[in-house]
């Protein structure tokens, strides 16, 4: 728990993160942050299919469309705010000349995203007003 408020302080003061170690290859750094900018734009397409649900999919019984809308919405706030955290573990890890970490993540978003398209399948099977 501490190592993680530790890395929320860098997120805002990423200066800090080049006091550790030594500079690694420019490209690895570039790469990192690459990986961090698709992170933030499936959280901004989770964000994206979120409202969409809530407001394209009107008919929806309210329990089905909320339910299925702060599911995606949800998923996008914690991917965004996985992809700075995971940027800035990357980040010190390379300076370190440590191995990169991992993470369930991954695993764990993609179980929500199959698990909403599931629901997603229920309700266009049975129909809207379910």
Do not use: K
Request: glycine share 8%; charged share 20%; net charge positive.
């Amino acid at each position: 728990m501490i190592e993680f408020v530790r890395n929320v302080r860098l997120w805002f003061a990423p200066e800090e993160i080049r006091r550790e170690g030594g500079t690694p290859d420019y490209r690895f750094s570039l790469a990192n942050e690459r990986t961090f900018l698709a992170w933030l734009r499936t959280a901004l397409a989770l964000i994206g299919g979120g409202f969409a649900v809530d407001q394209f999919l009107p008919d929806l019984r309210w329990g089905w469309r909320v339910g299925l809308a702060l599911a995606l919405l949800a998923a996008g706030v914690l991917c965004s705010l996985r992809a700075v955290n995971h940027w800035v573990r990357c980040e010190r890890a390379m300076r370190r000349g440590e191995d990169l970490p991992v993470s369930r993540f991954p695993a764990v978003l993609s179980v929500v995203v199959a698990v909403v398209a599931l629901a997603m399948v229920v309700v266009v099977l049975v129909g809207w007003q379910g």
